[in-house]
């Protein structure tokens, strides 16, 4: 009679185990890295937080020897920073982030980190074209009209100077359609 008790709990356990394990088959767990192709271009020059995207994943994602995300699953990204690159010293940034993928007709939400770039800063380079247009100013105004000139030249050679970086300053980051980015998911995502 025990032995008929013990079978029937296992059956039980077993009924209440499958489920569960089955479901842990289709979890992406958290610090899966999520290939995606954009379908759209954007720029720091205009887009905006919040601002959305499509895209599509880049390659299977792999979890557990079974695949849990087709490579070709629509992707949804949004803007989660920005920042146009400005005249001097404010350089560029853009990052995007991956909110959803459908996959088989569910779509699932993501916590994923950011995947984008900030453009290195200018001040060194500014500083040099201030700088250079400075000395060149001075050493002009000095060979004609001595120190008055020299400082006047000097005045005179750092606005042209900052002019110059100004106007060869900006540089904003565009990412053409087709650009490959990469996402590590933050928590896990169980599959239905």
Known sequence: MRSRIRA??????????VPVLSQASGTVPKGTAITVVTDQSVSSKDAKVGQTLTGTVAKD?????????????????????????????????????????TVKGETYALTTSSSGRTEGGKGKRDAGFIGGGAAAGALIGGLAGGGKGAAIGAGAGAGAGTAGAA????????????????FTTQTAVAAK
């Open 61 to 101: 994602v792999v979890v557990g020897g079974k695949v849990a995300i087709p490579k070709g699953s629509a992707a949804k990204l949004s803007v989660s920073a920005v920042q146009a690159s400005g005249r001097l010293s404010t350089p560029a940034k853009l990052y995007l982030r991956l909110r959803t993928i």
């Open 8 to 17: 029937v709990a296992g059956f039980l356990a077993l009924l209440l185990v």
């Open 167 to 182: 106007a060869t300053g900006k540089k904003d980051i565009q990412y053409p359609a087709e650009t490959r980015l990469t």
